[in-house]
């Protein structure tokens, strides 16, 4: 009943992704068994078989049969590797409780099998589906993952999938190949470090011993990312070999970077830059206070200025980039370039303390008259309001130092008030002013000629029926310094702190037993006031050292004070 | 005593109008500081005799960008005024911190058309002052933001007109007074 095996000794040639015939000659089945009829206990069997006990799927059918001849066909996938196969087709009997087998036994038996030799022609023309990560930095070695179809490995008989890649630069090389499994390709890929933006022809190709190699391209192709250049005034400042540059404190920095744009669809979706040292994108100076702007570090091209002077700060910048599919690629290799930031030297502040308290007669406008005013120092003229006076101020402030760029002086009034004691009347009277920017940023009151020094008289009317007046003021002098601008480009420099020297003015004014203001007041402090001049620092305070204020000195004067 | 007092309140707005005599007699000055006896006299910039003015004015809104006339009551109103030399040799920029830079004249009108209703200081003015002298080289501008609510009212919501001036006192008129020189006028809003 049961035929010889057909067999090993027939080698029959089936092609993955394609259905092959096969047939068994020679039979002798038992007719209520055979593989087109219902015999209930009777089953078909079939597999297919590598040497090494591996099996591969496949898609069976039988066509006919006769007693001649068992026909059919088998459909391979279409990544079927090439190689040595058995198919083995048999048939068998799994006896039922009321259905014998066709020998009327009660145990299970193969009532048929035979085998045939299959050499399988795997894939012909391999697929690839991704190439991840499809960005490769330059300068780093990096592992990647072919996925597809059709890979072909080691044992297949064809030899296995061979990938290849091509680069206009020659910057790229291939190693560590593996084809995992047919769906899978491992490899490694070195970029050099000097490697331009570029598209990379990455190629799986499957030999074949009958037939040309077919081969496929990974598309999009993959894209060298390079390593960002640092470049200022259109100089590349970053690299192995690139220079410390010399800045100049409140001078801009340009920075812009490359690569500015990629290929093969790749754009530069993210930039980070670091900036050490004491830095800002812009200052401003309103009224209300100055602004600082914080430099920003998240865009390919940044703009900053340092305040403080500092050597060897080393500015970093990477960049990610987003591939074709939306996929982002972080981070880039960093581009480094060192800076010595430059200040103006040593600069000191010198103040000059005329020790002048004067009450002068100063000259109303409408209707034409005198009123006094305590003054620190000894003007005379017009009164407030009626035009300029003129004379010597009670306070010089003068800087020296720098050989280069311009002086920038601030004044903040910390403290100012003015008492009145009389001679009738239940209590003295004060008055006096909100701390805050004198005037205007920068001060104005500098000479001309000799914008090193700046000065200031401060002024106090004299309440007509006043006994005594009294004027305490507090005041800094900010110092700030800013470089020439920078040549080749339009963008200013800005002042930056250096420091700055506290002073007062305390005096009362007093009138005789004539009724008559002293020409002479009492001095009790003036001139430099505290530790002298006092460097910045960016620790001094939220804005790096530089002058603090909310809003303009103003005068409450206008509404009389009791003083408690 | 009271009268002067209180004729002494109206100081801000009468800033040229009392020093014309003088003046016209005035000496050439160069610089803003002088030397005598090795002192430090500081003093305004003058070239008397001009024949045309020796600046322009021109103000804007307060903020960097100049474009600011709204401002919500209680808040800073602020503009910038522009001082531009045009004559070729320097300028006096001389002036006095008190309340505003008293050296230019603020007129504020409501939509009536009527003076602004300015802050009382007091009779008399107690206000502290500080003098300054500096000047404007040819050509150039320099720039002074001023915060008018300081000196005005501005406590209710409205549409005002605002012009600066500043008398010229290097280019005198015919009764030997000097030309005072008129900015632009901007609108501004105060809301609530």
């Known amino acids: 009943m049961v035929s010889p095996a057909i067999g090993h000794a027939q080698t029959v040639t089936w092609y993955a992704g394609q259905t092959n015939n096969w047939s068994f000659g020679g039979l002798s089945l038992d007719p209520r068994c055979a593989f087109n009829t219902n015999w209930p206990t009777c089953d078909e069997f079939a597999s297919l078989t590598t040497p090494d006990g591996t099996n591969l799927p496949f898609g069976y059918a039988g066509t006919s049969y006769s007693l001649a001849e068992l026909t059919g066909y088998v459909t391979l996938p279409a990544d079927t590797p090439s190689g040595m196969a058995i198919f083995t087709l048999g048939l068998t009997c799994d006896p039922g409780a009321d259905e014998p087998c066709p020998n009327g036994g009660d145990d299970p038996y193969i009532i048929w099998q035979s085998s045939i030799s299959v050499r399988i022609v795997g894939c012909s023309s391999p697929s690839i589906a991704s190439v991840t990560p499809d960005g490769w930095w330059a300068g780093q070695k990096q592992n990647i993952t072919i996925s597809g179809g059709c890979f072909l490995p080691p044992s297949d008989s064809s030899s296995p999938s061979q990938v290849t890649l091509t680069d206009g630069a020659g910057a790229v090389t291939l190693s560590n190949v593996s084809v995992v499994s047919s769906t899978q390709i491992t490899a490694t890929v070195n970029v050099t470090k000097k490697a331009p933006a570029e598209t990379v022809t990455l190629t799986v190709t499957n030999t074949s011993s009958n037939g040309a190699s077919q081969s496929a391209t990974a598309s999009p192709a993959p894209v060298v990312l390079p390593v960002p250049v640092i470049k200022w005034k259109g100089n590349a400042i970053s690299g192995d070999k690139a220079k410390n540059q010399s800045v100049i404190v409140g001078q801009p920095v340009e920075l812009t970077t490359t690569p500015a744009s990629l290929p093969g669809g790749f754009t530069v979706s993210g930039s980070n830059w670091t900036i050490p040292g004491t830095n800002v994108q812009q200052f401003s100076h309103p009224n209300s206070g100055i602004v600082l702007t914080p430099t920003q570090t998240n865009k390919p091209n940044t703009t900053y200025y340092w305040l403080y002077p500092q050597d060897a700060m080393n500015v970093a910048y990477t960049y990610c980039a987003t591939d074709p599919n939306g996929n982002q690629i972080c981070e880039s290799p960093e581009a480094k370039a060192a800076f010595n930031a430059k200040g103006p030297g040593t600069l000191t502040l010198a103040t000059d303390d005329s020790q002048l308290a004067l009450v002068e007669k100063l000259d109303t406008c409408n209707p034409p008259g005198k009123l006094p005013f305590l003054e620190y120092g000894d003007l005379s003229g017009p009164a407030p309001g009626c035009g300029n006076d003129e004379g010597p101020a009670g306070i010089h402030l003068t800087v020296s130092g720098a050989s280069s760029g311009s002086y920038v002086f601030a004044q903040v009034v910390d403290a100012d008030v003015s008492e009145y004691t009389h001679a009738t009347g239940p209590s003295p009277t004060s008055c006096g002013a909100h701390a805050g920017l004198d005037r205007s940023f920068p001060y104005e009151a500098v000479e001309k000629q000799n914008p090193q020094t700046a000065y200031d008289g401060p002024q106090m009317p004299l309440f007509p029926n006043a006994l005594t007046g009294t004027r305490t003021f507090h005041a800094s002098m900010y110092l700030l310094w800013q470089p020439d601008q920078l040549p080749g480009t339009a963008t200013a420099s800005i002042p930056v702190p250096i420091g700055r020297q506290d002073w007062q003015f305390i005096a009362t004014a007093v009138e005789n037993a004539k009724g008559k203001w002293e020409r002479h007041a009492i001095l009790t402090a003036s001139g430099d006031e505290g530790e002298g001049f006092v460097p910045s620092t960016p620790d001094d305070n939220a804005i790096y050292g530089y002058p603090q204020w909310t809003h303009l000195v103003s005068n409450v004067c206008g509404v009389s004070q009791e003083v408690q | ?192």
């Open chain 2, 1 to 192: 005593m009271q009268t002067y007092l209180s004729s002494y309140r109206v100081l801000i707005l009468s800033t040229f109008v009392a020093l014309s005599a003088a003046l016209s007699a005035q000496q050439a000055r160069e610089s803003n500081v002088q030397i005598k006896n090795g002192v430090k006299i500081y003093g305004p910039i003058r070239h008397p005799g001009a024949t045309s003015p020796s600046f322009t004015l021109s103000i804007r809104g307060g903020d960097d960008a100049g474009t600011r006339y709204e401002f919500r009551v209680g808040s800073m109103v602020a503009i910038t005024i522009s001082m531009t030399n045009i004559t070729n040799h320097d300028i006096d920029y001389s002036g006095c911190s008190w309340h505003l830079d008293s050296s230019y004249n603020y007129l504020v009108w409501d939509e009536d058309g009527k003076p602004a209703e300015k802050i009382a200081f007091g009779d008399p003015d107690l206000s502290t002052s500080s003098p300054y002298w500096s000047g404007i080289s040819p050509g150039k501008t320099k720039t002074y933001e001023a915060d008018l609510e300081q000196i005005y009212k501005f406590d209710r919501p409205g549409r005002y007109t605002v012009q600066v001036s500043r008398p010229d006192y290097d280019y005198l008129d015919e009764n030997g007074k000097p030309v005072v020189i008129k900015s632009n006028t901007i609108m501004i809003t105060i809301f609530d």
